[in-house]
């Protein structure tokens, strides 16, 4: 089944201590991106990935980390989270240059930094 | 002033109502719209997908793109209780980036 899945579901966690959220595709998707959901602010844009190697910027990247090794995987690493880190959070990929694909979401990780 | 702005609702309406959702947005390099469907306690999923400005229809759904006001719709008609959920607008300037800016979402209730 084609998917993009997310570890873990539900995170608790407390400030300062070292997190990694991952995320893998098995549709050879070259962009990949992270997003996280707010009550009031909708989807904001960590940082994407348009391929092995090259990442950017979203509209949120303070206090968050990202890497992409693999083009399957692009984990999202918060190295000393704080409360304001608390949020849900998804991985998405899409096809490059395919405007009509849009990108495919995974079920999401719901974080808590206490 | 944010990039896209979409008001959150909640809109309720009875079952068999055509319901309009709508965004504005600011900036005019814009090229791609989508909608995105998220039911609760789930990832969004790709509703309907508009390149530039003009009509699309897919069943129920239709999407609008008015460029020259920057502004776009979703219309659903004879809406469903299955149709409860929240809509996200999301645009993005070409096809060859990964930058995607969403609306916050309208949250949307069918009622039976």
């Known amino acids: 089944e084609a998917q993009v899945t997310q570890n873990p579901r539900y995170l608790i966690t407390v400030t300062g201590k070292k997190l990694t959220v991952t995320c893998s595709q098995n549709m050879n998707h070259e962009y990949m991106s992270w997003y996280r959901q707010d009550p009031g602010l909708g989807l904001r844009q960590i940082y994407y990935?348009?391929?092995?190697?090259?990442?950017d910027k979203g509209d949120v990247p303070e206090g968050y980390k990202v890497s992409r090794k693999e083009k399957r995987n692009f984990p999202l690493i918060l190295e000393s989270p704080s409360p304001n880190q608390t949020s849900l959070y998804f991985c998405?990929?899409?096809?490059?240059?395919?405007?009509?694909?849009?990108?495919?979401f995974g079920s999401g990780t719901r974080l808590t930094v206490v | 002033q944010k990039e896209v702005e979409q008001d959150p609702g909640p809109l309720s309406v009875p079952e068999g109502a055509i319901v309009s959702l709508n965004c504005t947005y600011s900036n005019s390099a814009f090229q791609y719209f989508m909608w995105y469907r998220q039911y609760s306690r789930k990832g969004p999923e790709l509703l309907m997908y508009?390149?530039?400005?003009g009509n699309k229809e897919d069943g129920r759904f239709t999407a609008q793109v008015d460029k020259s006001s920057k502004y776009i719709s979703l219309f659903i008609r004879d809406s469903q209780p299955s149709d409860s959920a929240t809509y996200l607008c999301?645009?993005?300037?070409?096809?060859?980036?990964?930058?995607?800016?969403f609306g916050q979402g309208t949250t949307l209730q069918v009622k039976p």
């Open positions: 998405a990929s899409s096809f490059r240059d395919r405007g009509s694909t849009g990108y495919t």
């Open positions: 999301a645009m993005k300037e070409g096809s060859n980036t990964g930058k995607l800016i």
């Open positions: 508009t390149y530039s400005s």
């Open positions: 990935s348009m391929n092995v190697e090259v990442t």
